[in-house]
């Protein structure tokens, strides 16, 4: 578990730009039941990959002219509970921090491993994004 005061700005970096903060298990279901349409679910972390390259990347991918109708983040080694379950939807997929989910209709449509987003660049990650909302968004 991370101190509160550490995270809350990498918390931010996503909920200031509109990601609702998922932090329990019920909050994950809830969205993934509730959802219409296309949905994005960022599991945020504390690790470098995370602030140099999946957050700048996710928040560069809104500037697409179509969007996920719903972001949401949870966050690894913080919301524990929450990100276990967002990973059961994750499935077959293993546990991975950072990662990005986008479902439509409830279904999981793309995702973004931790070994898709360390290494190459919040352009690259945003473009990836991009082409996953033109197609399912």
Excluded: W
């Amino acid at each position: 578990m991370y101190p509160p005061e550490l995270v809350k700005p990498m918390k931010e970096d996503l909920t200031n730009v509109g990601f609702k903060e998922l932090s329990s298990a019920a909050d994950v279901d809830d969205a993934m039941s509730t959802n219409k349409g296309a949905m994005l679910v960022v599991v945020n972390s504390v690790c470098g990959c995370a602030a140099g390259n999946m957050r700048p990347g996710v928040k560069l991918s809104l500037n697409n002219e179509k969007i996920p109708q719903s972001l949401t983040t949870v966050f690894a080694g913080v919301d524990q509970d929450a990100t276990a379950q967002a990973r059961k939807y994750f499935l077959p997929y293993p546990p991975s921090s950072p990662s990005i989910a986008l479902f439509k209709d409830g279904k999981l449509v793309h995702f973004l491993e931790r070994h898709h987003i360390e290494g190459v660049t919040a352009q690259m990650i945003a473009e990836n994004l991009s082409a996953a909302y033109d197609e399912y968004c």
